[in-house]
């Protein structure tokens, strides 16, 4: 097979186990995960592992029970002196190339080298390890569990950097009204505890990534739709990616429950699997940019937002 049906392979086949797994009600697993295990990277190149290959390192670490979220190329593991355990497999993970380099002749008549888009992308893939695979590698130094008070510390840092204004009412409803550019919450003291309140806020906040200012999705879809259960599905995986990203507690609980959506995840994937890769990308950018703007307010929080509460609001739902 080429790198094009190897890719094609290994995606059908991880699309396949998230089906089976959505047919038992959960995308991913039943069990409370540590965050860390959620955010793999190769501590060799220091890169993290995102969108489409982040879903299939996770589904790996949810089959095979790792509790490492380091994963490594068979040529760094040479490198640095370590061996692959009798029997291990990789994990396929798959890179796409948009561009290459060529030569050109300046108007001085001096050769020079720039990028160029390609007219249609290259795919091809490489292996990789967990460190649980691995002879003698040493063992994961674990981060310490965040207190609930450090957890809501960090949701109102969020809150504070987010772009589009968030307010806290007394009504039952959480979500992001794309026309207004608002995100609506109920009052924190309807969330049963500190880390649903938190993952309500950001499952919200990835939804106003879609606003046509920012990464401009079509996030203003008839509730029931196939293309709302997209959207639900973005804001799922990005929500998580967040909480991973931010070492956040993966027990919290989203206002509204997901369950709702996975007939409608189901017949998606089915009808494409390709479907769960595009989610993943549109995820990976929206935790990305959500992060960046964490960030920044880190640096200089008087500039941030501050949540604001009111009375009663008449807005149309991105839920």
Known sequence: MNAYEIVMESRQKLVEQVISNMKKGYIFTEKKWDAQVLAPHNPVSHVSYKGGNRIRLIQQVVEKGYQDPRWMTRRHLQEQGYYIKKGEKQTICEKWIFTKKEKYMDE??????????????????????????????PPLVQLEDQELSETMKIGMD??????????????????????LDKIVLPLRQMFKDEESYVATVLHEMVHSTGHHSRLNRNIENPFGSIEYAKEELRAELGSMFLKADLGISMQGEHFQDHSNYLKSWISVLEDDYNELFRAASDAERASIRIMDCYQEYKKSPEIGRKPQNIKDV????VK
């Open 108 to 137: 001085d008549e001096q050769e020079k080298v720039r990028e160029v888009e390609l007219e249609k992308p290259m795919v091809s893939y490489f292996g990789v390890f967990n460190a649980e695979q691995i002879k003698d590698f």
């Open 158 to 179: 969020c809150i504070c950097s987010s772009e589009c204004r968030i307010i806290e009412c007394a009504q039952p409803e959480a979500y992001y009204a794309p026309g």
């Open 314 to 317: 008449t807005l149309t739902p």
